[in-house]
């Protein structure tokens, strides 16, 4: 166990780290946007969240990802386990079903009002490159690792699958969310499996019908499955504005900001105990 986690951890660390030079130096030679004023703000707190992220989920869970399917499989836990399957089956099941689950999750997270106000910190994000990917609030990575733990042991995920799975929601997390011009062709072909900036970034869209489209993580598919899909923003993409209504200030760029989301009202200031009630009565409207 500890031979495959070392050996994972640094081929996962090697490609998560290239995969960020990769892609910021394809955001700067073909950008789909101009890059505003802000980048180096966004880019602190967006990073700095991040950071915060990673120490908080591993504080709290000890083994997370391959190191927990492994833990699962040497105890014979989950359907998988139980079962006889090629081993090519039984990783292409676990990236499916792991990637629904996050697709089903996503829904949930912009249709429950307080589940929303916790994902609202990665919406409020008033431009679009790939650190937006990796911001969101602490609240929903806690939801969001232990939500996925219990899946995989139930799963009896393969630790290969469940590496690869990361790994590719890693990659495509960066992609779909890059400031990225891609060839209309090639853009076309992709989305027909993948999503795609131009396809996620019409879930970024400070309009609330566009905002609630698009929710896929890494397969394009489970969008047109379910409803979700919209090719493009009404707008067009050179007029899309991003962001949350009433989170269009310059603070919510900072990290305290991003951290305070959920007690935020929907003019971006923080509410008194009856109105945050009063507003998780009611529901989200928006992303």
């Known amino acids: 166990m500890a031979g495959f986690l070392a050996h994972a951890s640094r081929t996962y660390a090697l490609g ?11 955001e700067w030679a073909f950008p789909r946007r101009r890059a505003g004023e802000t980048l180096p703000l966004r ?4 990073f700095g969240i991040l950071i915060l992220n990673t120490f908080i989920v591993r504080l709290l869970f000890p083994l997370v990802g391959a190191a927990w399917a492994v833990f699962c499989r040497d105890r014979g836990w989950g359907l998988i386990n139980q079962a006889v399957l090629p081993a090519w089956v039984a990783v292409t099941l676990t990236i499916l079903v792991l990637d629904l689950q996050t697709y089903a999750q996503h829904c949930l997270l912009h249709h429950v009002s307080a589940l929303w106000r916790v994902h609202r910190a990665h919406h409020t ?7 937006t990917g990796v911001r969101f609030h602490p609240g929903e990575a806690v939801l969001s690792t232990a939500a996925g733990l219990v899946l995989i042991a139930l ?5 290969l699958g469940v590496l690869l ?6 990659s495509i997390a960066f992609v779909e969310h890059a400031n990225l011009r891609v060839p209309s062709s ?10 795609t900036p131009d396809m996620h970034c019409v879930h970024h869209s400070r309009a609330h019908h566009e905002g609630n489209s698009n929710l896929g993580s890494l397969f394009s598919w489970w969008d047109r499955l379910f409803g979700t899909y919209r090719a493009a923003p009404d707008s067009g993409h050179d007029r899309i504005e991003f962001g949350v209504a009433g989170f269009t200030d310059r603070k919510h760029l900072a990290l305290q900001w991003m951290l305070l989301a959920p007690w935020l009202g929907p003019r971006g200031t923080l509410e008194t105990s ?3 009630s009063q507003a998780i009565a009611k529901p989200p409207g928006t992303r």
């Not at 994000?125 to 650190?131: H, L, V």
């Not at 799963?155 to 630790?159: D, E, K, S, V």
């Not at 799975?165 to 890693?170: G, I, V």
């Not at 090639?186 to 499996?193: F, Y």
Request: proline letters at 4%; charged letters at 15%; zero cysteines.
């Open 155 to 159: 799963l009896g995920a393969p630790p």
């Open 274 to 276: 009856t109105t945050a």
């Open 165 to 170: 799975f990361e790994f590719l929601t890693a």
């Open 186 to 195: 090639l853009e076309r072909a992709l989305r027909l499996v993948f999503v």
């Open 16 to 26: 998560y780290f290239g995969l960020v030079i990769v892609i910021s130096l394809l």
């Open 43 to 46: 880019w602190m707190g967006n």
């Open 125 to 131: 994000d008033q431009a679009f490159d790939f650190t």
